[in-house]
């Protein structure tokens, strides 16, 4: 069983950055994809960004230019690189695991596709 564990959140002013990591455990699958969604208090979750089983990557309009998501398959490590950061990207973020092919297109992977959950990790901009 996948097991996912999430690290890398914390405090920062805007304009600052983080970089976000999601290391899988027991993944026995050759085709997977995988995404990291959030959500602010109050509101519901929403996808920021996903890579699909062919290493296609998506983002969310609200960070595009600003985030970039990456994996390093050696490492079964997935990560977000977030890059200019608003007070708007405060919140918990969360990795998900999807096992199999799934062509994503333009959009984030939607979360039902999603299986498996990381624990999440807290982001908090500052303006």
């Known amino acids: 069983q996948v097991q996912l564990v999430e690290s890398g959140g914390g405090s920062v002013q805007s304009g600052g950055s983080l970089r976000l990591s999601c290391t899988a455990s027991?993944?026995?699958?050759?085709?997977?994809?995988m995404a990291w969604f959030r959500q602010a208090p109050g509101k519901e979750r929403e996808g920021v960004a996903s890579?699909?089983?062919?290493?296609?990557?998506s983002y969310a309009d609200s960070v595009k230019g600003r985030f970039t998501i990456s994996q390093d398959n050696a490492k079964n490590t997935l990560y977000l690189q977030m890059n200019s950061l608003k007070p708007e990207d405060t919140a918990m973020y969360y990795c998900?695991?999807?096992?199999?092919?799934?062509?994503?297109?333009?959009?984030?992977?939607?979360?039902?596709?999603?299986?498996?959950w990381g624990q999440g990790t807290q982001v908090t901009v500052s303006s």
């Open positions: 890579i699909d089983s062919g290493g296609s990557t």
């Open positions: 998900a695991f999807g096992p199999g092919h799934y062509r994503s297109g333009l959009y984030v992977i939607p979360e039902n596709y999603f299986d498996t």
């Open positions: 027991g993944n026995r699958y050759s085709n997977y994809f």
